[in-house]
T-cell receptor
Framework: SQQGEEDPQALSIQEGENATMNCSYK?????LQWYRQNSGRGLVHLIL?????REKHSGRLRVTLDTSKKSSSLLITASRAADTASYFC???????????FGKGTMLLVSP | GAGVSQSPSNKVTEKGKDVELRCDPI?????LYWYRQSLGQGLEFLIY????????KSGLPSDRFSAERTGGSVSTLTIQRTQQEDSAVYLC???????????????FGPGTRLLVL
């Protein structure tokens, strides 16, 4: 399985602090994506990083990918209460029918 | 345009009954996916449709689960003789799929929360 595994399982921080979540996976990938889920409902795509990229930014989000270590990190800077959600990494490989999701990191940002 | 929609939002049923869950993908998206998410867990892949190709049913947990996609658009997931362990949120997603790469960005619906009593 190429399932991603997020670390930590839960993270609690204060508004304004940075939040870092990590993802590890097992096999080679074409890309790695991060999604956010509020209140156990649909997932929202945040960012996609391809296997030949090392870092990508989108607003307050910064994603890194280290294919040699089969790991990725998601950094949310200057967090807000509205960032409270579960964050999932998902790995993509054209040899599989779909993305493979990890179990997620639950982020709580307190005002 | 409109995003992925799913109905019903919530479904409560009795053990042994059949249920049908519906997904309307984004117009023009050729790829459609069903996932299941149990409380506090990640997403479990169920089935994948790509255009007119035979669906990938490798994730369906038992023969009580089936899905179809009519006219390459709307999809229905059917669970027969529901069991309490079927209780979960069922999520549908679609993607362009045009490039034949199933690992591209997926757009999710809000999900159907199923409770089997």
């Amino acid at each position: 399985s190429q399932q991603g595994e997020e670390d930590p399982q839960a993270l609690s921080i204060q508004e304004g602090e940075n939040a870092t979540m990590n993802c590890s996976y097992k096999t080679s990938i074409n890309n790695l994506q991060w999604y956010r889920q509020n209140s156990g409902r649909g997932l929202v795509h945040l960012i996609l990083i391809r296997s030949n990229e090392r870092e990508k930014h989108s607003g307050r989000l910064r994603v890194t990918l280290d294919t040699s270590k089969k790991s990725s990190s998601l950094l949310i800077t200057a967090s807000r209460a509205a960032d409270t959600a579960s964050y999932f990494c998902a790995t993509g490989n054209s040899g599989y029918s779909t993305l493979t999701f990890g179990k997620g990191t639950m982020l709580l940002v307190s005002p | 345009g409109a995003g992925v929609s799913q109905s019903p939002s919530n479904k409560v049923t009795e053990k042994g009954k059949d249920v049908e869950l519906r997904c309307d993908p984004i117009s023009g998206h050729t790829a459609l996916y069903w996932y299941r998410q149990s409380l506090g867990q990640g997403l479990e892949f169920l089935i994948y449709f790509q255009g007119n190709s035979a669906p990938d049913k490798s994730g369906l947990p038992s023969d009580r689960f089936s899905a179809e996609r009519t006219g390459g658009s709307v999809s229905t997931l059917t669970i027969q003789r529901t069991q309490q362990e079927d209780s979960a949120v069922y999520l549908c997603a679609s993607s362009l799929g045009g490039a034949g790469d199933p690992s591209e960005t997926q757009y999710f619906g809000p999900g159907t929360r199923l409770l089997v009593l």
